[in-house]
């Protein structure tokens, strides 16, 4: 499933001109996005949780209506990450928060999705062919668990 945030610049909510705004369109994308796909094997790159943690990480108040979400939308319990990996980090018109922004998020991530009850596996840094092949590896021995 297609990045919410992109999607929402896409739209015309950017960012870095309203955070707020931002943030509570990507968890409306990322809820339909789940909604849609309940059943299917779906990949999210990103997910409800990004935007619920990005609200922990800056101290920004949690709007009320977004509280219980991380219970009541439930994904897969292992959660794919991709470490921010110097080499192949880009910035462009749409991701314009830099690599130290980058890896203050994954160390959020890494922090909050066990409490929320997921368990991290961390993606190799590899070429892609390696780390298709290492997240199908995962999957088959997370499914045969």
């Not at 001109?17 to 999210?44: M, P, Q, W």
């Not at 110097?86 to 462009?92: A, G, H, N, R, S």
């Not at 018109?93 to 909050?112: P, T």
Request: include cysteine.
């Amino acid at each position: 499933m297609p990045e919410p945030g992109r999607r929402v610049i896409a739209e015309g909510i950017r960012p870095w001109e309203n955070i707020t705004r931002f943030i509570t369109r990507c968890i409306e994308l990322a809820i339909a996005d789940y909604e849609a796909s309940v059943g299917d094997v779906i990949f999210y790159d990103r997910s409800v949780l990004d935007a619920l943690i990005w609200f922990d990480r800056t101290g920004q108040p949690l709007p009320a209506q977004f509280a219980a979400l991380a219970q009541e939308i439930r994904y897969h319990p292992v959660v794919f990450l991709t470490p921010p990996w110097p080499e192949i980090y880009v910035q462009d018109a749409d991701r314009q928060h830099g690599y130290k922004e980058a890896l203050a998020e994954y160390h959020a991530l890494c922090d909050r999705l066990p409490e929320y009850g997921y368990k991290i596996a961390d993606i190799p840094k590899a070429p892609v062919a390696e780390r298709a092949d290492w997240i199908e590896a995962q999957i088959i021995e997370t499914d045969a668990a």
